[in-house]
Every structure is written in structure tokens, then in C-alpha cells.
């Protein structure tokens, strides 16, 4: 082992002796040849050197330095270029032990395109055929917003047609429905002279460059220059404009006006990210905005990590800003670029802007985290109700039942069950009483909680955690009972809501149990409660509008079961088989039995 570490370190020298000492990338590579770290370098030969002649800082790089088998190097001419080189590997082979840097390919553009009378859209694609693009925007709403301003200042053109001169003079297209209400002035049909469309193409862009106010000039002047002329309509319609603008101009966040083309950049860190922040400001406004985070792999620091942010993110929003404010001095040159760490005025206000933005895009990331680590709220609710009702078990499944019949006719019962917390309508049962006469409501709940678990033990289905029983004592001793025979009683606790004054009742316990009236768990066994009466409900009403429906067909004379059966199914109900044609009931039921339920709906018109 000693032996093949020594010959590793042998031939690691060996490549480190004829590096060269000039600004460059290196990289390491495992014993598998895959590439585990890239790194830049002012001179090459002394910073790999280092890796290997002093002991590392941390753990990770330790770990990292036993694990090199291989270097190789890539000569660029300055460190800028280094950085950048560094950059696009880092992104193309995200080495496992360096910053962790994600790519832009989503960042939206919005483009002019090269061509008569010139569109205006979004696009998330770079096409080199001489149109212009503007961004990349890193808000999606911020394009949005942008195309819908342009829409409202000027008459653009949506539809794709090639509008040479030569198609708008042989009359290949006709105008469409936004010529109609008025978003365009029908370039297709050579309504609108090219000269007027592309002035106003002239002030997009310029709004696009961040030049607001010299478009709000000119409009103003136009705006005179129609009064004077007594074209007061027009006036207003530039007037109206010029809000539009003004109130897009006043959401900007104006810094002062000498401050042009300047890029702003700050940084804060942690043990396992940093978070670099970046405003771009244009005539003193800032039109860009953005935070972008950096997993740590190494313990790299702010100074480390601010220069690679810098050449990261300028690449990915194509800044190309000769002034550069920082927190600090970065510890690399960059070709025409100037860096400022300013102390006082406009400048220092603007850093201390981007360094209060990256602080609260910090605090967020840290409040998600914490959120994701939180109890959810189904288990929080799960050991509520368990701690509050003196379980032995998480209610993780829930039953309830209640009874409904009116003076014992047509009785039946409900059961709605809940897993974690929440309504599990699949397992929803209803139930006829089969075996009880008269309004007995305990003997039916009996008889209903005895059925449900009997046919659960029968088909090895999982039981309940928990039973509510909606009634006071009677009703709950009556479903004990049936579990008692079951031998459940034991398994399976069970308690009853009375609903006057919101009581649980325990088995074999005469004082009732009272929970706070805003507690999740009474919350909880009250929904329960609810939803199983509901159901009860709904299902007893249906039962008894089927039975009466029912009851009144047979009193036709000479019409049975199955006839009944036929003309439900094809009308639905009494009232449709009443309003039903001769002929129609002929077809179900043939003549005879037509002309008879004909007979008994004319006689009985008034039922």
C-alpha cells in the first residue's frame, strides 16, 4: 500500500515540476479518470504545488488530495480568462468538490426581430440572424410586464407574415381580428407606413436600454406639438401614453442619474452556501436584479467565491459594465473593468441596497429550510388528538358512525372514515338496519358496528385506531357491546360525542371529557361527526324519495316490478315517466300497459 502511494505521489511531482508558472485552469482527476476538481491560477506551478506541500486547512481538502490520480492544465492568456474557463468547466462537469454553480439556460430574453416591420416577444432562444435581444431577465414577470407596456404604448403587429413590400402590394394578407379592436394598424394591408411603425420601434428599444426619460422627452413634445396643431384627440392619446409610462417609470427604483452602466455585487455566507446578489443600474435606474447561491464543497471563502460570482453571473446576463461596485477589492484583474468599494453617496447607498437584498434572500432560504424541517401538520394533528383524548395509539385511521330514521321508518346508518387527519371517501360505507323494528336507536348501532368489524376481521382488513360513536352514553355502550362480542374491546378504543355541550364520553367512565372549543382534536372528532351525518343523511333521503317513487308506480294497475325497473331506467323519475309521450311508453312497455299508465297519471294529476 505505502509502496503505491509513494509511486502516486512519484509521478504527481513529476507533472507538477513542468507546469508552467502562468495564469491557468487545472485539473484533478480520481482513479477512475473522472474529473473530481477544477481550480484557477495565477501561476499555475505554485498553486498546485500547495495542494501537496503544506497540509491542507480542512478536512474536505485533505479528502480531496488523497483522492487526485491525475493533473492536467489548460495556458490562457490573463487571469480573466482563467476565471471564465473555470466557470464553463465547472458548469459542464460539476466536479464533486467544487461550488456547486447552476446554468442560465432559462433565463427569458425579449427580442426585436430583424425584419419588416419588426415584432416584439419573448424568447428563451438566441437566433444569430441580426435581431437584437434584450436581457437575459431574470423574472419571468418582469418580460411579461415589459411586452404588456409595449402592447399599450404602440400599435404592434402579433401575426408572422413576411411583410415585404412586395407581398403588401400583390395583397396576400388581409387584417386580422387585432385590427379590428384596435391593438394594430393593418401593416398587411399597407395601412400603416413602415417610417411610423419603426418609430416606434426606435422607442422600445430605447426603454429597453433603460432610456425612460428621453422617451417621455420626445412624447411630451409630440403631445405640444399636437395641441398647438388643435389635434386634441391625438394629444390625449400621447397623454395617455405618457401615464403609462410614468407609472411604469415610478415601480423602478431610480438611484441618480449620473450613475450609468454599473454593475453592483455583494456576498454573504455560511458553513454551507454563499449568496451573491447583483443589481444592474442604467441611467440610474435599476433594471436588473438578481441572486444566485453557491454550495460550498471546499470551506471556500467570500474572497474566493466573489471573483468567480462576478465572471459567473456577468457571463450569464452579458453585462459587459466597465464599473463594478463591491463589498471589497477582489483579488483578480479584469480586462476593462474597474472595481469600486465606495465609501460614501450614491454608490455606497447602492451596495448597502444589494448587500440588504442579499440578506433577505438569505433569511428566506434559512425560514424554507427551517419550514422543511417542521413536524407537517397531519402528524402534529395525529399526536394532538392522541395526547388530548388519552390514547394509547396514533389515530392514523379514524370511523364514525351515526344513525338517521324518522319515527323508525326507513333506517339506516353511516360510517365515514379518516386516514391522517383527513376524509378517506373510498371507504365510506352505508348501511340498511336489517335486523331491528321500530326506532331503536341503540340496537341499531349495535347491529351496524357489529356487521362493519365482523366483515373487516373476515376479509383480515386493517382496523381503526380509533371509533366516535355520534350519541351520548346509551349509543356508545351499544357499539361496546359489539365489540365486546367481537372481542375488540380491547383493541380498538372507541368514545362518543353528544352534541349539546360537545361532551366525549369514555366507556365505563360517567364523567364526560370537555376539550378546549378551538383545540385541533375536538375540531377534528367534530368533522367527523359532521361529515358522517352528511352522509346518514343524504343516504336516508335518497331512500326515501326511491321508496315513495317507487311505492306510487305500483299502485298502477297491471304494471309490475320489471316494468317499473324499464321505465326508470329510460325516464328517470315519476315526473318524467308522467311527461312521457304515448308512443315513448309504448316502446318500453308496449300499448296495453301504456294506455294503462297513461289512465292513472290523467286521474292522478293533482298528487
Known sequence: ????????????????RVLPEGPGVYQYFDDTGKIIYVGKAKNLKKRVSSYFT??????KTRILVRK??????????????????ENNLIKKYQPRYNVLLKDDKSFPWIVVRNEPFP???????????GSEYFGPYTSGMMVKTLIDLFRQLYFLRTCRHALTPENISKG?????????????????EGLQPESEYLEYIREIKNILKGNISSVMKYMKETMMKLAADYKFEEAEDVKKKLEILEGYKSKSTIVNPKINNVDVFSIVDDEKYAFVNFLKVVNGAIIQAHTIEYKKKL????????????????ERLHSNSREVIVPFEPDIDFEDVRFLVPKIGDKKKLLELSERNVKYYRLEKLKQIANQTKVPREARLLETTKKDLRLNQLPVHIECFDNSNIQGHFPVAACVVFKNGKPSKKDYRHFNIKTVVGPDDFASMEEVVFRRYSRLLNEGESLPQLIVIDGGKGQLGSAVKALRELKLDDRIAIIGIAKKLEEIFYP??????YLDKNSESLKLIQHLRNEAHRFGITFHRNKRSGAFLKSRLEEIPGVGPESIKKLLNQFGSAKGIEEASFQALTEIVGKNRAEKISEYFKNNQDR
Do not use: W
Request: proline share 6%; glycine share 4%.
Open 1 to 16: 500500500m505505502a509502496q503505491k502511494e509513494d509511486k502516486r505521489t512519484s509521478y504527481l511531482k513529476s507533472l507538477i
Open 54 to 59: 503544506k497540509e491542507p486547512d480542512n478536512a
Open 68 to 85: 487526485i490520480r491525475d493533473i492536467k492544465h489548460i495556458v490562457v492568456n490573463s487571469e480573466q480568462d482563467a476565471l471564465l474557463l
Open 119 to 129: 415584432r416584439v416577444y419573448s424568447t428563451r432562444q438566441i437566433v444569430r440572424d
Open 172 to 188: 396576400k394578407f388581409k387584417v386580422c381580428l387585432e385590427y379590428h379592436i384596435g391593438n394594430c394598424k393593418g401593416p398587411c
Open 299 to 314: 470551506d471556500e471563502d467570500v474572497y474566493t467565491l466573489l471573483p468567480m460570482a462576478i465572471a459567473d453571473i456577468r
Open 508 to 513: 365505563g367512565d360517567p364523567v364526560p371529557l
